[in-house]
T-cell receptor
């Protein structure tokens, strides 16, 4: 069965410091991987995706993620955090042969960037 | 740029009542889906559609019904509301033909309370 794990409920970092939000997955075959961000009272917004190719993927707002097949991980990173990055982050996976195109979401990680 | 529009934004129902959550998208997307978001559980797929006239069940379909008579609209019906259906509901859409690799666009959600 497909699954996504986000082991940290909350990540706290100081503004200007690098941040990492962790994600590991379990899926048959080569996965499609996504990161989304959710601000209060809003829907999810797409940040970046990994489909194939370079393991380091760059996305919106200076975020990037590294696909590691051997560790089945897709951690979200940013070199220098901003207070405005504080939000709820979701990792999601889709099996490429799933005809439903269903996304499986992790439980979410709340990022708090302190000034 | 309306994107995905959900109405209403908030709703309170009594147990046993029925209602329809509306979802419309103006991007001519083939794929539409409904998720519910509950604390600590991420998003779970309720129903989805890969095109007009085609719908299928997701992970948690019980108590919900959908139809897709047009490309633009994908309403979600609660047949007989139960307190366990208190949640935030999100509608999402994405394009094809590479549907598997395309990100989903989310509405801002409907916050539903069942008393």
């Amino acid at each position: 069965a497909q699954s996504v794990a986000q082991p940290e409920d909350q990540v706290n970092v100081a503004e200007g410091n690098p941040l990492t939000v962790k994600c590991t997955y379990s899926v048959s075959g080569n996965p499609y991987l996504f990161w989304y961000v959710q601000y209060p009272n809003r829907g999810l917004q797409f940040l970046l995706k990994y489909i194939t190719g370079d393991n380091l993927v760059k996305g919106s707002y200076g975020f990037e993620a590294e696909f590691n097949k051997s560790q089945t991980s897709f951690h979200l990173k940013k070199p220098s955090a901003l207070v405005s990055d504080s939000a709820l982050y979701f990792c999601a996976v889709r099996a490429p042969k799933d005809s439903s195109y269903k996304l499986i979401f992790g439980s979410g990680t709340r990022l708090l960037v302190r000034p | 740029n309306a994107g995905v529009t959900q109405t209403p934004k908030f709703q309170v129902l009594k147990t046993g009542q029925s209602m329809t959550l509306q979802c419309a998208q103006d991007m001519n997307h083939e794929y539409m889906s409904w998720y519910r978001q509950d604390p600590g559980m991420g998003l779970r797929l309720i129903h989805y559609s890969v095109g007009a006239g085609i719908t299928d069940q997701g992970e948690v379909p019980n108590g919900y019904n959908v139809s897709r008579s047009t490309t633009e609209d994908f309403p979600l019906r609660l047949l007989s509301a139960a307190p366990s259906q208190t949640s935030v509901y999100f509608c999402a859409s994405s394009s094809g033909p590479e549907r598997g690799g395309q990100p989903q666009h989310f509405g801002d959600g409907t916050r539903l309370s069942i008393l």
